[in-house]
């Protein structure tokens, strides 16, 4: 089955740090960008960050550049995020989503892991 | 920074009628890398239209994107029950790399 299954969510103080892992199945990981994308309660959706192919190229939204960052093991299908210095503003859903080769778009998304960012 | 502007932001209609959903564009956006999405409550969102009017894999011909430079539109022609979510547009650029509009909430009459 073609899917993607995000984990490492969970509830963290102010200041404190996450690692959200992204598995991948049924397809060739390895042959797609990938991408993070936030939904906060009752919001509307924000995307995090993108990582290319190797790895080699990450981009990352002006909210979480410096704090967050991306990363994939082709090897183990997974892609991660570490996210440090966790604001309350971080609090959402993170949904980690595909990109297939031919545009720029995400045909394929998790079910999300909730992050709560709490004082 | 592009920043996508969706209206309505509510939608009312009933079963069977059709709906006009609008994406604007504080800049021009090439008509290659604007998307459409629905996402219903609890659920991931699920891709509907990408290339401006381009269905992706298995969406229904009664969802179709039409629109350039700054001003697109997702139309369903007939509205079915399972079709009241949420809908969002995005699109893809130098930066941000990807944004989103705020979403039009699409809820029974």
């Known amino acids: 089955e073609v899917q993607l299954l995000e984990s490492g969510g969970g509830l963290v103080q102010p200041g404190g740090s996450l690692r959200l892992s992204c598995a991948a199945s049924?397809?060739?990981?390895?042959?797609?960008?990938m991408h993070w994308v936030r939904q906060a309660p009752g919001k509307g959706l924000e995307w995090v960050s993108s990582i290319s192919v190797s790895g080699g190229t990450t981009y990352y939204s002006d909210s979480v550049k410096g704090r967050f960052t991306i990363s994939r093991d082709n090897s183990k299908n997974t892609l991660f995020l570490q996210m440090n210095s966790l604001r309350a503003e971080d609090t959402a859903v993170y949904y980690c989503?595909?990109?297939?080769?031919?545009?720029?778009?995400?045909?394929?998304w998790g079910q999300g892991t909730m992050v709560t960012v709490f004082s | 920074e592009i920043v996508l502007t969706q209206s309505p932001g509510t939608l009312s209609l009933s079963p069977g009628e059709r709906a006009t959903l609008s994406c604007r564009a504080s800049?021009?956006?090439?008509?290659?890398?604007l998307a459409w999405y629905q996402q219903k409550p609890g659920q991931a969102p699920r891709l509907l239209i990408y290339?401006?009017?381009s269905r992706a894999t298995g969406i229904p011909d009664r969802f179709s994107g039409s629109g350039s430079g700054t001003d697109f539109t997702l139309t369903i022609s007939r509205l079915e029950p399972e079709d009241f979510a949420v809908y969002y547009c995005?699109?893809?650029?130098?930066?941000?790399?990807?944004?989103f509009g705020q979403g039009t909430k699409l809820e029974i009459k």
């Open positions: 290339g401006t009017s």
């Open positions: 995005q699109q893809y650029g130098s930066s941000p790399r990807y944004s």
């Open positions: 800049q021009s956006v090439s008509s290659s890398y």
């Open positions: 049924g397809f060739t990981f390895s042959s797609y960008g």
């Open positions: 989503a595909k990109r297939p080769t031919d545009y720029r778009a995400f045909d394929m």
